[in-house]
């Protein structure tokens, strides 16, 4: 399958089977890495790493997963460069798109990473924004296609705030990739409708269900439950408000048991505040399971930089 050349900026933009390339080439890497096996794929690219919001797994993983395959990675901060500030995020993407081969981009808007995308001229990739974190997504996939054996039939339930980029990104994979996804959030924080209408038309074509509901006794017979911080970053100022809407969809051992299943894995896309989305005893119980998760956004990302930048036959 050739992705060469394409951008990574939401899951809307890929087809079931593309993203199912993406986990195999993922699980591929992953296992060549284990054997001590690195590439050559991106030898002489320059890959550009653009943060306006700070990461640990996201940082770490296109760092590795670029040098594993004999790129060069750049971090550029915000206070790096300019942009969008001296500078609009056009000229800086022409600027950046003459002396890269590659741009990464973890920040606020997603409106910046498509301005980059269109006027940059090389591939880019959507580290997180506001509205999506699609190669989380990837890495959740991986890490349930391991732990469960497949994808297509299981039933994902996410408990928190359903309107925030991870609740987003995984309704848009859910649906094209066939896995039954349910939001369990109180109203005020459920899913913009139009894209809930959206992800139900690729839920047609793949079979699976989206459902939003605020009642508990969704997350029977689910096969994961996902939560994720309560307020996002740049949302401090309404932690008090967040915190007392969501104290009840907290992932306890309470809400685990209402599954009415033994196999059931946690997933969580990190970092975890314990004892507000999550308690500490689930949390660990879970941990092998959330940290092979961690780890599997570097061969996710990896995957994506070869398949979209990268000389495979290298």
């Known amino acids: 399958m050739n992705l060469k050349g394409r951008s990574f900026l939401t899951l809307k ?3 079931p089977e593309e993203i199912s390339y993406l986990l195999d080439l993922a699980a591929e890497l992953k296992a060549k890495k284990k054997q001590g096996i690195t590439g050559n794929s991106l030898k002489g690219k320059n ?12 940082r770490c993983s296109f760092t590795i997963g670029c040098i594993d395959e004999g790129g060069h990675p750049e971090y550029l901060g915000k ?8 500078e609009s995020v056009e000229d800086t993407a022409r600027v950046l798109g003459r002396m890269f081969d590659g741009i990464e981009f973890r920040g606020f808007s997603q409106e910046t990473v498509e301005k980059l ?11 997180l924004t506001d509205l999506y974190h699609p190669t989380q997504i990837l890495a959740d996939f991986l890490t349930m296609r391991e732990h469960l054996g497949a994808l297509k039939g299981k039933k994902l339930v996410f408990a928190g705030d359903g309107r925030n980029n991870m609740a987003n990104s995984l309704m848009i994979g859910s649906a094209k990739m066939g896995v039954h996804f349910t939001i369990l959030a109180p109203e005020e924080l459920w899913p913009q409708e139009s894209l809930v209408a959206l992800c139900r038309e690729y839920a047609k074509e793949s079979g699976s269900e989206i459902t939003i509901t605020k009642e508990l006794d969704a997350v029977k017979g689910a096969d994961v439950i996902y939560t994720d911080v309560w307020c996002s970053m740049g949302e401090e100022d309404k932690a008090a408000e967040r915190v007392a809407l969501l104290r009840p ?3 306890n051992a ?3 048991a209402r599954t009415g299943k033994d196999g059931t894995i946690l997933l969580h896309c990190l970092p975890a505040v314990k ?4 308690t500490a005893d689930v949390f660990e119980k879970y941990a092998d399971v959330v940290f092979d998760e961690a780890e599997n956004r570097m061969h996710t990302i990896k ?3 070869v398949a979209t930048l990268g000389n495979l036959d290298a």
């Open 117 to 127: 995308a269109k006027y940059s001229g090389v591939p880019v990739w959507n580290g």
């Open 249 to 251: 969809y907290q992932v």
């Open 254 to 256: 309470e809400l685990m």
């Open 79 to 86: 206070e790096d460069i300019q942009l969008g500030h001296k």
């Open 47 to 58: 890959i550009a790493l653009i943060f306006e919001k700070p990461s640990t797994r996201t």
């Open 13 to 15: 933009d890929y087809s």
């Open 303 to 305: 995957a994506v930089m």
């Open 275 to 278: 004892g507000n989305e999550v």
